[in-house]
């Protein structure tokens, strides 16, 4: 992020344009952000409605999620190396046309396999548009006033955690001229074309610099990588573990293998071969990986026992989630002013709120099973959400803390990018654990939240490995 900041700042150079424009530019840059943020929750709620529409079972419901996330955090440090390359405003514009149109596939889908890859290249032409808004609004805004438009981020994303799964619900349950879940993916072309149209008459043209280099091979097989351990955990778990799953999940080892040796051997790798020799860092890395992984389960999963375990409708287990959600959003803005002061301190912090929240939930879950009321499931989500929160605001802030300036930009683009893969990853296997646990879905939830437990657990074995402290100048 650091680096990002640098970049964004130098651009700032040239005249700024009148503040109504900035506004406008800094509008449409939050706009794709929270199209993104959006289209990454919804099919959490909407999951089980579209399995029942079209067909395709539990392998659908944990594509729905994986596929986007996948494609999002495969190609985006590749994406914003492709816009230093050939122009932000190119590759922006580009990239909300092609988020446009892949969102009309999905509303108008026809079978599962059509909806998972019009997800897939949403994720991948979202990746286009996300990592060119903080060096367009530094293209913008003059520097004494950057600030100002970096702050208006953190509310406007934290509303859209919260209203993104409410409206997939109310979406879904209104039908809308008899559409059912498809309006939610419909109305991107409304926000979608609006935010393009504004875009492409205000973005300020730049030419990027032909000399930065782009490692398509390494992308490519981290993505092949994915794809197949995917791919074999989902359809393993989906129809039994036959030779097909077994040769993908196989496939998918032999090609991250390769991308980890092409990481140590390209000239210009994704990831820089210093970072993978800073303890801190690697430790940092392995620890918001496997948390995010574990969360990313977890809210499949509540989600998925709301609907199926007590029978609430979409827009009913959207607002289930909503202790959970304000929970985050309360705890990232108190974090802003506490990671400088507790470093590390705060992360432990986190992962021990969030494991007396799961726990918490684990026994309600268990001593009183699909007879949970609703008013009973707030505490223990609200904690959830807390301890979440204060790790999504201080993980990565912590595990940046040892590293240099010229390191900055490859490190932040690396753990953005780890963040979606954990998500897709660990949505696919904490909903496998759940759809393929006998004894119902009460005994389902509960062996669910006892991984996710563990697995946090595990966390806070690793928070001794990270910095003391945040990098100062990347908080």
């Known amino acids: 992020m650091t680096q990002i900041l640098h970049d964004a700042n130098d651009d700032a150079k040239e005249e700024p344009l009148p503040a109504r424009t900035r506004w406008a530019v800094l509008g449409v840059v939050l706009a794709a952000d929270v199209l993104d943020l959006l289209d990454s929750t919804i099919t959490n709620i909407a999951a089980p409605t579209i399995a029942a529409d079209l067909g395709g079972g539990t392998a659908l419901v944990q594509w729905l999620g994986a596929s986007y996330a996948l494609a999002l955090g495969v190609l985006l440090v590749l994406g914003g190396r492709l816009g230093d390359r050939h122009g932000r405003r190119r590759l922006f514009l ?37 990592p060119q808004g903080f060096g367009i609004l530094g ?21 859209s955690a919260v ?51 782009v490692d398509g091979p390494g992308s490519a097989l981290l993505g092949g990588a994915m794809l197949g351990l995917l791919g074999g955990l989902i359809q393993g778990s989906a129809h039994g573990w036959t030779a097909v799953p077994a040769l993908l999940a196989a496939a998918g080892l032999v090609l991250f293998a390769l991308f980890c040796h092409r990481q140590r ?11 993978l020799r800073n303890r801190g860092f690697t430790s940092g890395l ?80 268990a001593l009183r099973g699909t007879d949970t009321g609703a008013w009973s ?23 940046l803390g040892d590293i240099t300036d010229a390191e900055a930009g490859s490190a932040g683009g690396s753990l953005g990018a780890a963040q979606q893969l954990a998500g897709a990853v660990g949505a696919a296997a904490v909903t496998t654990v759940y759809f393929h646990t006998a004894g119902g879905e009460t005994h389902a939830m509960t062996v669910s939240l006892t991984v996710v437990a563990a697995v946090t657990l595990l966390c806070c074995s690793l928070v001794g490995l990270l910095p003391r402290r945040a990098r100062e100048e990347h908080h």
């Open 377 to 399: 499931l707030v505490p223990p989500l609200l904690v959830i959400g807390l301890g979440m929160g204060t790790c999504f605001g201080s993980v990565y802030d912590v595990t």
């Open 139 to 159: 293209a913008t805004w003059p520097r004494e006033q950057i600030r100002k438009a970096y702050s208006c981020f953190g509310p406007v994303m934290g509303l």
């Open 94 to 130: 580009a990239g909300l046309g092609g988020f446009t149109a892949a969102s009309l596939v999905c509303g108008l889908a026809w079978n599962p396999q059509t909806l998972v890859v019009a997800r897939l290249f949403q994720g991948a032409f979202g990746a286009l548009v996300i």
């Open 286 to 365: 392995a620890l918001g990986t496997v948390f995010f992984a574990a969360v990313a389960g977890l809210l499949y999963v509540v989600s998925l026992f709301l609907q199926q375990g007590l029978g609430r409708s979409p827009s009913g287990a959207a607002l289930g989630l909503m202790p959970l959600s304000a929970g985050i959003v309360i705890a990232s803005i108190a974090c802003y002013r506490l990671i400088g002061r507790l470093g590390r301190r705060l992360v432990l912090g986190g992962l021990l709120i969030t494991l007396a929240g799961t726990a918490y939930l684990l026994t309600l879950v």
């Open 163 to 213: 209203g993104g799964p409410v409206l997939a619900g109310f979406l879904v349950d209104a039908d809308l001229a008899g559409l059912g879940w498809r309006p939610m993916f419909l109305i991107n072309l409304v926000l979608g074309g609006a935010a393009l149209l504004v875009a492409a008459r205000l973005l300020p043209r730049d030419t990027g610099d032909r000399a930065v280099t």
């Open 265 to 275: 051997t390209a000239e210009n790798p994704l990831i820089r071969p210093s970072l």
